[in-house]
């Protein structure tokens, strides 16, 4: 075997076989160191976010937040704030950027956090299919994969690690990723100049052969030693560049320079790692301060962070400054619902009815102390309990049955007004409420319960029904009386008239009743003319005199009636009306004045009585006669009497 084929064998085995080999565990090494780092650093933002998702579902727990405003609390802390368009801005949140950035689903899929998909499902299909591996964590823990990605309108693909777990605190599968090929930028360079070293390494080999073994075959000894400990992971080993072949130097000036980078690269990645494990550190001490010591006066050091990591501690200060604020503003407006609370319980102690709040399954939560003025059970002995398990329903089952008819209307939003519900006190006794309900609705209008006011009116319902007894008496006693009646209003109106008028005069009820005294077809104008004087002897609240008048009747008849009137008063002594009285004395009269005229000439006793007077007046007795006479006229002239005395 020649030399030249000998050498050219040789450095095949010894220099390009190790070259290729070197480039390939070299190539393959630095993609593992660059993955672990990588998911090591997903891994622990995806703790950071779990922490974070704890902390806020405790939150949650203390009703502090609903789950809603939490999940949107944690989505501007990590993917930034909301834009106007629904989407996030990443550069201020506390993520890696545009191609790293921290999402949440709900069970169903739906994105909770997303920098651009909040409240979507995926639709694309590689999306689909990652969300889909990715809720599996749900039940199988945490769990890691690399897919391919490509954005809309590019054609290249990028090669992505995706960590996912689930957060029981708030029910989401969180996740976030990292584009490798930016990390493996440097590797593929590798590949690439493992390649090309290949290259002049059969090239050298060809030199060499042609050169002689002794100027090729040692820098190739020494390329192999040293990609041998570069293989090993010894990255600070270098190729001698001192040759006098100079495309060997140039190769040489790669390769090392080649491992320089790559070792900048590396070392890069671990003071990234150091720089992101410090600041997770620092902000995990500062976290737990605030969420299990309650120290809302802590504060992360931002002097100790890095330059790009600076803004995280500034963010999270910023975010434990605006919660101790609200904090602050919570407690004053606790302070202030704690005054309205207790001003409202004066309220509720004070009310003379009784209130009662029960929730939406029917239990009494909340009663009056009136309840116990009123019933004598404590309001331990109703708290709790339903409604038809209450003692004041004991025996009463149609009070029962009206609540709950009322219950069908205030579950229909109606509101239930002047229901009146029996009720039993503990003594036995039975009384009558006035009740009212209504459903009771939090700030977001969702039932929570109902209102119950009732209000003791079982004397005012013994009065009513003894006026009602009184009323149907009297008008027993006024339908059935033999006298004219009638019931006027301030104006003159005949209300009412008794049945007595229809016997009497012929005029139907109907017929007189809503007129006033002037359109009445029974009234004369010497009537009108004789009572004028009466209606202001009433608005005095003076009973009138008795008088006679004469009144019409249907078949054109007159008829002379004996009549007093009474003023009417409501319950503050104001004159509202009166009430006439009437008897009909037409026939009392008739004989009157036939006696009259029959026993006593009118000359003749005129005579008579001043010859009486003047024989009186000699005994001393003339005043007294003269007295006695008058007295006799104006009892046997009345009409005319009254007529004068209303003119």
């Not at 120290?295 to 600076?310: E, F, M, N």
Request: glycine letters at 6%; hydrophobic letters at 35%; charged letters at 30%.
């Amino acid at each position: 075997m020649k030399l030249r084929n000998l050498i050219m064998l040789v450095l095949v085995l010894f220099a390009v076989i190790p070259v290729m080999i070197a480039g390939f565990f070299t190539y393959h090494k630095s993609c593992d160191i660059v993955y672990n780092v990588s998911k090591k650093d997903l891994e622990e933002r995806l703790d950071f976010y779990l922490e974070l998702c704890d902390f806020y579902g405790k939150k949650v727990q203390r009703n502090e937040l609903s789950r809603e405003e939490a999940i949107d609390e944690i989505a501007t802390l990590v993917d930034g704030p909301k834009r106007d368009e629904g989407t996030r801005d990443l550069s201020k949140g506390l993520g890696k950027g545009e191609k790293g950035y921290m999402s949440a689903w709900y069970c169903n899929l739906t994105y909770a956090i997303h920098p651009s998909r909040e409240g979507q499902k995926a639709t694309d299909p590689i999306l689909v299919e990652t969300d889909e591996r990715l809720n599996k964590s749900r039940t199988k823990g945490r769990i890691s994969f690399e897919y391919e990605w490509w954005n809309p309108g590019e054609a290249k693909s990028y090669k992505k690690l995706t960590v996912g777990d689930y957060s029981k605190s708030l029910d989401l599968v969180i996740s976030t990723n990292v584009v490798l090929d930016e990390f493996l930028l440097p590797t593929q360079e590798l590949g690439i100049i493992t390649i090309i070293l290949i290259a002049f390494a059969i090239v050298g080999s060809v030199i060499a052969s042609l050169f002689g073994s002794g100027v090729i075959a040692k820098p190739f000894t020494n390329l192999s030693e040293i990609s041998s400990k570069i293989i090993q992971g010894d990255l600070s080993a270098r190729i001698d560049i001192s040759s006098s072949i100079e495309e060997f130097r140039s190769v040489g000036k790669s390769i090392n320079l080649t491992v320089e980078n790559l070792q900048d690269k590396i070392e890069s990645i671990h003071r990234a790692e150091a720089e992101l494990s410090s600041t997770l550190a620092l902000c995990g001490d500062t976290l737990n301060k605030i969420v299990e010591k309650r120290d809302l006066h802590a504060r992360v050091d931002t002097d100790k962070l890095a330059g790009k990591y600076k803004t995280i501690g500034t963010d999270i200060n910023e975010m434990v400054a605006n919660l101790q604020k609200n904090i602050n503003e919570l407690n004053k407006a606790k302070g202030k619902v704690e005054e309205n609370r207790t001003f409202l319980q004066q309220i509720l102690n004070n009310l003379p009815d009784i209130l009662v709040v029960t929730d939406n399954e029917g239990h009494w939560i909340e009663v009056s102390p009136s309840f116990e003025r009123l019933t004598s059970y404590t309001i331990k002995e109703v708290l709790g309990k339903k409604t038809i398990e209450q003692p004041v329903y004991k025996g009463l089952p149609e009070s029962i049955e009206l609540n709950k008819q009322m219950w069908e209307k205030v579950y229909k939003g109606e509101v239930v007004q002047g229901l009146d519900i029996p009720w039993r006190t503990k003594n036995g006794k039975k009384i009558i409420l006035s009740v009212s309900e209504k459903l009771l609705k939090d700030a977001r209008g969702n039932s929570i319960g109902r209102v119950f006011v009732a209000k003791d009116i079982t004397e005012l319902r013994k009065h009513e029904e003894e006026l009602r007894n009184t009323k149907i008496r009297e008008e027993t006693i006024v339908n059935n009386a033999l006298d004219l009646i009638i019931l006027l209003d301030k104006e003159n109106r005949w209300l009412m008239v008794n049945p007595a008028w229809e016997e009497i005069t012929g005029f139907k009820q109907e017929e007189l009743q809503g007129k006033i005294t002037e359109e009445q077809p029974c009234v004369t104008q010497e009537t009108l003319d004789a009572t004028v004087y009466d209606r202001k002897l009433l608005a005095q609240g003076k009973i009138v005199p008795p008088f006679d008048i004469p009144l019409m009747c249907k078949d054109g008849r007159e008829i002379i009636v004996s009549a007093t009137e009474r003023p009417l008063k409501d319950a503050r002594g104001r004159w509202i009306g009166s009430v006439f009285y009437g008897r009909d004395i037409t026939e009392f009269r008739k004989k009157e004045e036939e006696l009259r005229e029959t026993t006593i000439d009118k000359k003749y006793f005129k005579e008579y009585s001043k010859r009486a007077i003047e024989l009186a007046d000699s005994w001393g007795m003339g005043e007294v006669f003269k007295h006695e006479m008058e007295e006799w006229v104006k009892k046997h002239k009345p009409r005319q009497r009254r007529k004068k005395e209303r003119l």
